[in-house]
């Protein structure tokens, strides 16, 4: 797929509605997001906390879960949205890596305005990836 500007904006804005149905109601921190696979759908995802706290799921874990449960495998970009346009954490990173790390991200706030982006490559340096383990 190739990520044209409207695709960026369509990603952003797609996060910024998913995250209203956010399920965080012990941090307050609602996080979208929207998922572009290379085969043009998209898939959108949102926190989803829990009382045992652990139990909590990234916005980027759900979009990424959604996508591999209906047969994707390769991703062009993802958008997320939060109050403060933060980039992924540690661990959606190395979800994210699974699958590639060519994956654009896209930073946006609540109004879905591209506030920073990056190639994954760059947001998780030596990545542990499948080449890296022996085959048996
Ligand atoms: N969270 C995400 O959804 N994505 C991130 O990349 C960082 C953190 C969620 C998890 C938790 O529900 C809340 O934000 C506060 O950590």
């Known amino acids: 797929m190739v990520l044209t500007s409207e695709l960026k904006q369509e990603l952003l804005e797609r996060a910024a509605e998913a995250r209203r149905w956010a399920y965080a109601p012990y941090s307050n921190y609602p996080v979208g997001a929207a998922l572009l696979a290379e085969s043009g759908k998209i898939y959108t995802g949102v926190n989803v906390e829990n009382v045992a706290y652990p139990h909590t799921v990234c916005a980027e874990r759900v979009a990424v879960f959604k996508a591999v449960s209906e ?36 930073v946006g706030d609540p109004d879905g305005n591209l506030i920073t982006q990056a190639v994954l490559r760059d947001l998780l340096p030596d990545a542990f990836t499948p080449a890296d383990l022996p085959r048996r």
């Open 71 to 106: 047969g994707e495998r390769h991703f062009t970009a993802i958008a997320v949205v939060t109050v403060n346009a933060k980039v992924p954490c540690g661990g959606c990173r190395q979800v994210l890596a699974e699958f590639g790390l060519d994956t654009h991200v896209l």
